[in-house]
């Protein structure tokens, strides 16, 4: 998706027109306790009521909603955490999903990109992160990692994460809610950003409508206002 003024401009323009029916699939990788359902929380402020995001997971993978119909906006695809025990069972079942929805003629149904989620305190990059990076490539879905929890100053571990993970399009330091340390309170931050990555690589205009529509309106009005787009009554703001 081309991000410049005019363009988003057009696509806010758009968003207003009630026909326009599109949805992104986003899938949202990692280990358990990364901070995954706190950074689509965040992103999307009516995930678990329109989609159901935030359910326990009764198998390896699962969308939500299950099935997409005409109101649908976008689509969580939810995993167990990566975990050693069983990885290769649920990364499987994650790109078998991916497979079933990408399989069908309307690209709204597709998968249109997935979020490596890692927590920057935790300091590695492990085997599972590079395997899922190289995989979710090599199946033509394009991957941003997300760096959770990003409340140090520090820049260091997102090298080498951009360094070990050479097929991810971008490497995102978020920090989902504030957090409050010994220092004083970390605000939240790099939402904006992620939204504007992501952005960039969903297929269509109506996906990115649908993006721009059910993304938090703040969130995308930092992002937008960061590339120049000064249309933003259109969100309300």
């Known amino acids: 998706m081309e991000l410049n ?5 057009d696509l806010l323009d758009k968003s207003q027109d009630k026909l326009s029916v599109g949805c992104v699939g986003i899938a949202v990788l990692g280990s ?14 009516n995930a678990k009521a329109e989609t159901g995001y935030g359910a326990p997971i009764i198998q390896d993978a699962e969308w939500f909603p299950k099935k997409r119909d005409k109101c649908t906006r976008f689509r969580i695809l939810d995993t167990r955490g990566f975990e050693e025990k069983d990885y ?3 990364v499987e079942a994650a790109l078998e999903a991916v497979d079933e929805t990408n399989e069908s003629e309307d690209r709204n149904d597709h998968a249109h990109i997935a979020w490596l989620v890692i927590k920057e305190g935790s300091g590695r990059v492990q ?7 190289t995989r979710f490539t090599e199946a033509g879905i394009p ?6 929890e990003a409340i140090a100053d520090d820049e260091e571990f997102r090298g080498e994460v951009r360094k070990l993970l050479p097929e991810v399009k971008d490497v995102i330091r978020v920090n989902s809610i504030p957090k409050s340390t010994r220092a004083g309170t970390i605000e939240s931050f790099g939402l904006d950003i992620l939204f504007r990555e992501t952005l960039r690589f969903v297929p269509e205009e109506e996906n990115a409508i649908a993006l721009m529509e059910s993304a938090d309106k703040w969130i995308v009005a930092a992002a937008l206002r960061a590339i ?10």
């Open 228 to 237: 120049g787009v000064t249309a933003l009554f259109y969100l309300g703001i």
């Open 88 to 90: 290769e069972e649920t």
């Open 143 to 148: 991957v941003i990692a997300v760096l959770t």
């Open 32 to 45: 358990t306790g990364a901070g995954k359902t706190t950074l689509v929380n965040a992103f999307f402020p």
């Open 5 to 9: 003024p005019k363009k988003l401009e």
């Open 127 to 133: 085997d599972s992160h590079k395997d899922i990076a």
